[in-house]
């Protein structure tokens, strides 16, 4: 178990909708990305948050957005969902606050299985 | 931006030594990360390299050349267990501030051990 709780585990929806994932990070963890992964894909980075802002920006589209709260966890929106949203979504948080060359592992939560129908 | 390769698919035979090769280009660069990935599971993480040299960790070691940009992931006495993927991942620091590092992950090396 690696700490970093996602929610759900498995997601059904149609085209046209809108779905929330949940995040919950490591205890301690300020950071947290989002990364997609497509069946037979490696994973795409989405975006990075750090106690609450933004950090870093992947390939994400404009119908995604995510915030992370004040007690950390974060949530990952997906809205007007297309066939080829279906995928893999992986939340992951790691201790940032660190000096430079310090390991900063990520810790990836079991995802959130997305399927567009 | 970051360019990171590795080859798609690999394999090797239950008992022997495999090395996946791993090379990139960034800036900012603070860390390389080796992951292991089973199909529809979450990476776990395996090794990490900040300077160069050779870290070992059982039956698995990972090396890093920064001057280079490459690293190679060992595994040594394969088991069937082992059939995964191995994701190379690097971490970097456009910002040089708190929280800024980026981590970056490569499309993975798909290795099958076969008996």
């Known amino acids: 178990d690696s700490g970093v709780t996602q929610t759900p585990k498995h997601l059904i929806t149609a085209t046209g909708q809108r779905v929330t994932l949940r995040c919950s990070p490591r205890?301690?963890?300020?950071?947290v990305y989002w990364y997609q992964q497509s069946l037979d894909q490696g994973l795409q980075f989405l975006i990075q948050y750090y106690n609450g802002e933004e950090r870093a920006k992947g390939n994400i589209l404009e119908r995604f957005s995510a915030q992370q709260f004040p007690d950390l966890h974060s949530e990952l929106n997906l809205s007007s969902l297309e066939l080829g949203d279906s995928a893999l979504y992986f939340c992951a948080s790691s201790a940032l606050n660190l000096p430079r060359g310090k390991n900063t592992e990520a810790f990836f939560g079991q995802g959130t299985r997305l399927t567009v129908v | 931006g970051q360019n990171i390769d590795q080859p798609t698919e690999m394999t090797a035979t239950e008992g022997a030594i495999v090395q996946i090769n791993c090379t990139y280009q960034t800036s900012g660069f603070n860390g390389l990360f080796w992951y292991q990935q089973h199909a529809g599971e979450a990476p776990t993480f395996l090794s990490y390299n900040v300077l160069d040299g050779l870290e070992e960790k059982g039956r698995f070691s990972s090396f890093l050349s920064r001057s280079k940009g490459y690293s190679y992931l060992l595994l040594k006495e394969l088991q069937m267990k082992d059939s995964a993927s191995y994701l190379c991942?690097?971490?970097?620091?456009?910002?040089?501030?708190?929280?800024?590092?980026?981590?970056?992950f490569g499309k993975g090396t798909k290795l099958s051990v076969i008996p």
């Open positions: 205890s301690g963890d300020l950071s």
């Open positions: 991942a690097v971490s970097r620091d456009p910002y040089s501030g708190a929280g800024s590092y980026q981590l970056t």
